[in-house]
């Protein structure tokens, strides 16, 4: 038995991602129900999609530490954003621009082995970071010299200034003066952080241009912004401002400092548990922060691991070290972030992919509805997945070649994968407030004499059935996810409002037929 095998049920992420409604009269096969309160599991990474360079290396440190590829490939695509965060973004479409940095989360159980499979994936960033950190130190030194005897100058220009009062002292103060306040030491390079506050966050980014990477195997990330460090209040604005790319107000040295591009790369395991603790905080979700996070829910490989694996080769080791160290070093030197274009065929089918997400963004009926504040920002996502694969691949000239479209094609097959995990993580979030309510909502069901006939009802039908224990109808349309994910029900297509006008209708559901047996 391989690594990654044991027992599980792979939802069909096909179904889900790409059909329209059934229509009446055009029902697909049912299947059976997965029971309410089992673990969905989500496809496996497709590591065909990636650069040779990065599928060896993913593969090879899945088998080494067995765990599923997931993890490993969660941080590969962790370490390509580190590289290009802050240094290159990717025209879509006219003023549509997306800049390259990920936020990443991979839930994954204890003694799963995360941390091996994070030294190695992040080895090469933190020698790149060493490398670039020794460079700078002689430009620092320098700098500091040359502000010592500014800051001399400007003691001498000032007391005379006050001696003599005369306008041209008091100009050569002034011009001393403001020579000081431009010579700025630079800090010392970093490139990376574990767990820091948003406070500590804004703050490292205007040091570093607008640039960091928070990277960690057993992260507290979201204990952090949740508000430990701030009296239970999340401080998200760092967080949604440096993913989005806008600028970023920071207060340093008792005056405003703007980071006009900032960027960062969150790349974080935690405990499945955590899923839970983030339920629990509304605004998380509310304000958007959830919503920029591409999450990975690896199979759990305890009990199926081999005790003498095929350890990483010395080639493919080196191999990726060294290409990842080339890509952070080449594009740590561009001084201001490049515009990656795409190709005419490019742009065509990331119009055709956003075509396709749209109407499954629609409320009530959309297959994506339940996630549609995360699946809005999808088509963002798989560009900015396009560009890294793009610079992956072509480390000295990238930003002189536009992106093709098998690029595209591939960054749009890992932005599905990430629609199957996104479910489940979200599932798992809500998962201990609406199973129970879906169970009611079965036993509703298969009780009802109407809908046992019709086998279908309406939203409006589950509602008023279920008033007294539905608080709102954002729960009604979460358990409704939770049954359609399941295998319950399915989406019916979405009716045509009457001719008069008036009510919309309200949206339909068929009712898998093997709960009347």
Not at 400 to 414: Q, S
Not at 471 to 480: F, Y
Request: with cysteine.
């Amino acid at each position: 038995m391989s690594a990654g095998s044991g027992p599980s049920w792979t939802p069909d992420i096909t179904k889900s991602g790409g059909k329209p409604p059934t229509a009446l009269g055009q029902e697909e096969a049912w299947d059976e129900v997965v029971p309410l309160g089992s673990r969905l599991v989500p496809p496996a990474f497709p590591l065909g999609c990636l650069p040779t360079w990065l599928t060896d290396i993913v593969k090879a440190v899945a088998e080494e530490t067995q765990t599923a590829p997931d993890i490993a490939a969660a941080f590969a695509l962790g370490g390509l954003s580190t590289a290009a965060g802050g240094k290159a973004v990717v025209q879509v479409r006219g003023g549509w621009h997306e800049p390259l940095n990920l936020f990443l989360v991979c839930a994954a159980p204890p003694a799963t082995r995360k941390s091996a499979v994070f030294r190695t994936m992040t080895a090469p960033l933190y020698q790149a970071e060493e490398q670039l950190v020794l460079a700078g130190r002689a430009t620092a030194r320098q700098a500091a010299l040359l502000r010592l005897q500014l800051e001399e100058a400007d003691k001498q220009a000032r007391t005379k200034a006050v001696r003599s009062g005369s306008a041209s002292d008091l100009a050569e103060a002034e011009s001393t003066a403001l020579a000081l306040e431009e010579a700025v030491v630079p800090p010392e390079v970093q490139l990376i952080a574990k767990n820091v506050t948003p406070e500590e966050c804004s703050t490292i980014m205007s040091e570093q241009g607008g640039r960091l990477a928070i990277l960690s195997a057993e992260g507290d990330l979201f204990d952090i912004v949740c508000g430990r460090y701030s009296n239970g209040v999340p401080a998200l604005t760092p967080f949604l401002e440096a993913h989005a790319g806008d600028v970023l107000k920071v207060n340093r040295r008792g005056r405003s400092e703007y980071v006009r591009s900032p960027a960062l790369t969150i790349a974080v395991c935690i405990q499945p548990t955590v899923l839970a603790f983030i339920a629990q905080k509304p605004r998380l979700r509310g304000q958007g922060l959830l919503a920029r996070f591409l999450y990975t829910l690896p199979q759990d490989t305890v009990g199926y691991r081999k005790s003498e694996p095929n350890l990483v080769p010395d080639e493919v080791r080196h191999t990726y070290e060294q290409n990842m160290r080339h890509l952070v070093i080449s594009l740590a030197e561009w001084d201001r972030p490049q515009i990656l274009t795409l190709s005419t065929a490019a742009t065509k089918l990331v119009a055709e992919f956003q075509d396709e997400i749209e109407p499954k963004l629609r409320a009530g009926v959309g297959e994506l509805d339940s996630l549609r504040d995360w699946a809005g920002k999808l088509v963002g996502a798989a560009a900015r997945i396009a560009g890294l694969l793009h610079l992956a691949e072509h480390f000295h000239d990238g930003f002189r070649k536009p992106v093709v479209e098998e690029t595209v094609r591939r960054a749009i097959d890992i932005a599905r994968y990430y629609i199957a995990h996104a479910a489940a993580c979200f599932g798992a979030m809500v998962e201990g407030r609406h199973t129970e309510l879906a169970r009611d909502a079965v036993a509703w069901m298969t009780k009802n004499e109407n809908v046992r006939t019709a086998q279908q009802f309406s939203r409006r039908d589950l509602h008023r059935g279920m008033q007294a224990k539905f608080k709102d109808a954002s729960t009604v349309g979460a358990v409704l996810s939770l049954l359609d994910t399941h295998g319950y029900i399915r989406p019916l297509p979405e009716p045509s409002p009457g001719s008069r006008g008036g009510r919309k209708p309200s949206p339909k559901y068929a009712v898998n037929p093997l709960l009347f047996r």
